[in-house]
Protein backbone atom coordinates (compact mmCIF):
# COMPACT_ATOMS: atom_id res chain seq x y z
CA UNK A 1 0.00 0.00 0.00
CA UNK A 2 1.00 3.47 -0.79
CA UNK A 3 -0.55 6.39 0.80
CA UNK A 4 -1.32 9.73 -1.82
CA UNK A 5 -2.31 12.17 -0.16
CA UNK A 6 -3.14 13.02 3.50
CA UNK A 7 -5.22 16.02 4.67
CA UNK A 8 -7.68 16.76 6.97
CA UNK A 9 -10.53 14.77 7.29
CA UNK A 10 -9.09 12.64 4.20
CA UNK A 11 -6.44 10.26 2.92
CA UNK A 12 -5.99 8.16 -0.13
CA UNK A 13 -3.83 4.92 -1.24
CA UNK A 14 -3.36 3.12 -3.72
CA UNK A 15 -2.63 -0.88 -3.80
CA UNK A 16 -2.03 -3.25 -6.32
CA UNK A 17 -4.21 -6.99 -5.94
CA UNK A 18 -0.91 -9.11 -5.78
CA UNK A 19 -0.93 -13.31 -7.16
CA UNK A 20 -1.28 -13.28 -2.78
CA UNK A 21 -4.38 -11.84 -2.34
CA UNK A 22 -6.55 -13.87 -4.85
CA UNK A 23 -8.43 -16.44 -4.03
CA UNK A 24 -9.70 -20.07 -5.32
CA UNK A 25 -12.29 -18.14 -7.24
CA UNK A 26 -9.27 -15.41 -8.93
CA UNK A 27 -10.40 -12.85 -7.08
CA UNK A 28 -8.82 -10.54 -4.61
CA UNK A 29 -10.16 -12.07 -1.16
CA UNK A 30 -12.53 -9.96 0.63
CA UNK A 31 -10.32 -9.85 3.93
CA UNK A 32 -7.67 -7.66 1.92
CA UNK A 33 -9.75 -5.54 0.34
CA UNK A 34 -11.39 -4.94 3.86
CA UNK A 35 -8.06 -4.14 5.19
CA UNK A 36 -7.14 -1.90 2.40
CA UNK A 37 -10.03 0.18 3.01
CA UNK A 38 -9.43 0.00 6.90
CA UNK A 39 -6.09 1.17 6.59
CA UNK A 40 -7.52 4.31 4.36
CA UNK A 41 -9.65 4.64 7.45
CA UNK A 42 -6.90 4.66 9.69
CA UNK A 43 -4.54 6.92 8.48
CA UNK A 44 -6.91 9.58 8.76
CA UNK A 45 -6.88 9.11 12.96
CA UNK A 46 -6.18 12.21 14.61
CA UNK A 47 -5.03 10.39 18.14
CA UNK A 48 -2.74 7.70 17.92
CA UNK A 49 -4.32 5.53 20.09
CA UNK A 50 -7.45 5.43 17.99
CA UNK A 51 -8.98 2.20 17.46
CA UNK A 52 -11.41 0.61 14.77
CA UNK A 53 -14.93 0.13 16.86
CA UNK A 54 -16.36 -1.75 13.96
CA UNK A 55 -17.05 -1.79 10.44
CA UNK A 56 -19.70 -2.38 7.47
CA UNK A 57 -18.25 -3.27 4.02
CA UNK A 58 -20.18 -3.69 0.73
CA UNK A 59 -18.39 -5.56 -1.77
CA UNK A 60 -20.03 -4.54 -4.89
CA UNK A 61 -17.65 -5.67 -8.15
CA UNK A 62 -14.49 -8.12 -7.88
CA UNK A 63 -10.95 -6.96 -7.90
CA UNK A 64 -8.55 -9.50 -9.85
CA UNK A 65 -4.81 -9.62 -9.85
CA UNK A 66 -2.59 -6.64 -11.37
CA UNK A 67 -5.65 -4.35 -10.21
CA UNK A 68 -4.44 -0.96 -9.14
CA UNK A 69 -7.04 0.26 -6.83
CA UNK A 70 -7.63 3.81 -4.71
CA UNK A 71 -9.09 3.53 -1.63
CA UNK A 72 -10.27 7.48 -0.89
CA UNK A 73 -12.02 8.04 2.54
CA UNK A 74 -12.93 11.15 4.27
CA UNK A 75 -14.23 11.56 8.10
CA UNK A 76 -17.93 11.94 8.38
CA UNK A 77 -17.94 12.91 12.14
CA UNK A 78 -16.21 12.79 15.28
CA UNK A 79 -18.06 13.06 18.44
CA UNK A 80 -16.80 12.22 22.35
CA UNK A 81 -14.38 9.27 21.77
CA UNK A 82 -15.39 8.05 18.63
CA UNK A 83 -15.79 8.82 14.97
CA UNK A 84 -16.92 7.27 11.64
CA UNK A 85 -15.90 7.49 8.39
CA UNK A 86 -16.43 6.67 4.89
CA UNK A 87 -14.24 4.92 2.51
CA UNK A 88 -14.59 4.25 -1.60
CA UNK A 89 -11.97 1.67 -3.28
CA UNK A 90 -12.17 2.40 -7.00
CA UNK A 91 -10.74 0.56 -10.05
CA UNK A 92 -10.44 3.67 -12.46
CA UNK A 93 -13.81 4.92 -12.31
CA UNK A 94 -15.39 1.55 -11.05
CA UNK A 95 -16.52 1.44 -7.48
CA UNK A 96 -15.40 -1.90 -5.86
CA UNK A 97 -16.02 -1.67 -2.30
CA UNK A 98 -17.79 0.84 -0.23
CA UNK A 99 -16.74 0.70 3.77
CA UNK A 100 -18.19 2.56 6.69
CA UNK A 101 -15.67 2.10 9.56
CA UNK A 102 -15.98 3.76 13.01
CA UNK A 103 -13.30 4.13 15.60
CA UNK A 104 -13.01 4.67 19.64
CA UNK A 105 -10.43 6.41 20.91
CA UNK A 106 -8.48 4.11 23.93
CA UNK A 107 -6.51 5.14 27.10
CA UNK A 108 -2.82 5.08 26.88
CA UNK A 109 -2.68 1.76 29.42
CA UNK A 110 -0.76 -1.30 27.87
CA UNK A 111 -1.58 -4.94 28.45
CA UNK A 112 1.65 -4.39 31.55
CA UNK A 113 0.20 -1.32 32.73
CA UNK A 114 -2.70 -3.17 34.54
Known sequence: MQRLEHGEGTAELRMTVTPAMVNGHKIAHGGYLFLF???ACACISHDPVSVA?????????PAYKGDVLVASARERT?????G????SVRRGEELIVEFRGRSR???MKTRDSR
Request: no cysteine.
Open 37 to 39: ADT
Open 53 to 61: AGADIDFIA
Open 78 to 82: RFGHG
Open 84 to 87: IYDV
Open 105 to 107: VRS
